[in-house]
């Protein structure tokens, strides 16, 4: 036991009357909710890189949090797992994700990177032995060191890619060898910052093959998790070519990867690409291509991806909604991929935004459970397209232009407007809360 979190008890269920901070107030993990415990619904995890790499940095300055586990020692990166693993059990959170560049050291070559990487997810084996917790997803960072500033398989230079490619093998390897139930690919720079340097049929050419590659890869090692996609719009870069779930599935089509890759949508990504986030689940859902959550939430006038901590559970009723929409998770999970303030130093900080995100995430998958138990919304909108169940609806899909103009014009069809309902169908979601 290291002494990072101590005075902190486990965080338990205590309902809504509790009188600590250090408790559940909606997350009961053994309580049934649409059939599942909620443990299994949301699947919740814990992203390595938010809680244990980032310094607390934003571009006007530099690190603000002191964790003794910070330095680029094996020693160091064993301790920072030690710390991680103990808060995974004070939080009873059962998954955790990470990049091969949050857990090891980077090292002066691909040899030194592979055999780091293979050291210290030996070292997570062990704990996860020892503690019964799951690999929600794996992935590589190729886009924090500067060998990957112009990208990773967009890259102009083959070299940089030869070196991206070698390091995903590497990192779905240890995802592979860690039970992982995913393996995410999230295009951190492959984009472009101008047009005017930029060869952008190449480079989406080079990120469909890479992604070909990956997919080959997986099958090729007899890998069972799914590949997911991380769609974002932009940051780091001014434009990413996994801009949003429509962008992603006109690639996955161009290259034969339909059947082959889902979607890992992260709330703030949503925003940035200008859709709610429920909008953006509702497209993987209605394309077949649902996988995982990454669940945060941006500051709304800041413009950035600012990465907060979830806590506005109308929103989350919505965005759960459409996941049980969908049959709920199966490999996928509700991902934290949310950091402190950096004036959050306290090691209480860090497990209480944790506490408060679950609370409001099981809150949310419950409102959603009652309004989808409840029906009243889903008969609303059968109700409104219920002439297209009709025989005059689906013929008029099998028709033509001019025997549907025929038709129009022997019977006299004239459409009848009729409400849409928004605001009376607004106020039935808000009696779910
Ligand atoms: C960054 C992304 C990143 C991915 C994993 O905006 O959310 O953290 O989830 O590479
Ligand atoms: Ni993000
Ligand atoms: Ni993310």
């Not at 910070?70 to 797992?81: N, S, Y």
């Not at 409840?374 to 689906?394: S, V």
């Amino acid at each position: 036991m290291t002494d990072f979190f101590k005075g902190i008890p486990a965080i338990r269920y205590e309902g809504p009357d509790s009188g600590t901070d250090f408790a559940f107030r909606h997350y009961s993990p053994d309580e049934v909710v649409a059939g599942r415990r909620m443990e299994d619904h949301l699947r919740f995890s814990i992203a390595y890189w938010h809680s244990f790499a980032w310094p607390g940095g934003d571009p006007f300055g530099g690190q603000t949090f002191e964790r003794p586990w910070f330095g680029d020692t094996m020693a160091l990166a064993r301790l920072k797992a030690d710390v991680a693993f103990e808060m995974f059990e004070i939080l009873g959170v059962p998954y955790y994700c990470f990049h091969d560049a949050d857990v090891r050291p980077e090292g002066g070559s691909f040899a030194e990177n592979t055999a780091r990487l293979n050291e210290i997810t030996d070292y997570f084996a062990e704990k996860m032995q020892a503690t019964g917790k799951k690999l929600l997803w794996g992935t590589a960072n190729l886009f924090s060191h500067r060998r990957f500033m112009a990208g990773a398989a967009t890259n102009p230079d083959p070299e940089a890619f030869a070196f991206s490619a070698a390091t995903i093998k590497t990192c779905m390897d240890a995802t592979m060898k860690l039970g992982g139930e995913n393996y995410v690919l999230w295009g951190g720079r492959e984009g472009y910052e101008t047009l005017l340097n930029t060869d952008m049929g190449r480079e989406r050419a080079q990120a469909g093959r890479m992604l070909q590659m990956v997919v080959d890869y997986k099958h090729k090692i007899g890998f069972k998790g799914a590949i997911l996609i991380e769609p974002k719009p932009q940051e780091p870069t001014k434009h990413q070519y996994d801009y949003d779930v429509a962008t992603v599935y006109g690639l996955l089509k161009d290259f034969g990867l339909e059947g082959e890759v889902r979607m890992n949508i992260e709330q703030g990504h949503a925003i940035l690409a200008g859709h709610s986030f429920e909008h953006e689940l509702a497209v993987a859902r209605e394309l077949g291509i649902f996988g995982s959550i990454d669940m945060n939430r941006n500051d709304y006038q800041s413009g950035w991806d600012t990465d907060q901590f979830p806590n506005n559970v109308p929103e989350m009723m919505l965005a759960y909604y459409e996941v049980l929409r969908a049959g709920g998770f199966t490999t996928g999970g509700t991902n934290f991929d949310a950091k402190l303030r950096r004036q959050s130093l306290d090691p209480a900080d860090l497990i209480l935004a944790h506490v408060g995100a679950m609370d409001a995430c099981a809150a949310g998958l419950k409102a959603a459970a009652r309004m989808l138990e409840d029906g009243k919304l889903e008969a609303a909108r059968a109700e409104r397209y219920a002439g297209w169940d009709g025989p005059r609806g689906k013929a008029l899909l099998a028709s033509d232009l001019s025997a549907i103009a025929a038709m129009v014009e022997k019977e006299g069809i004239n459409p009848e407007p009729r409400s849409g309902r928004q605001e009376r169908l607004e106020n039935l979601v808000n009696r779910y809360l």
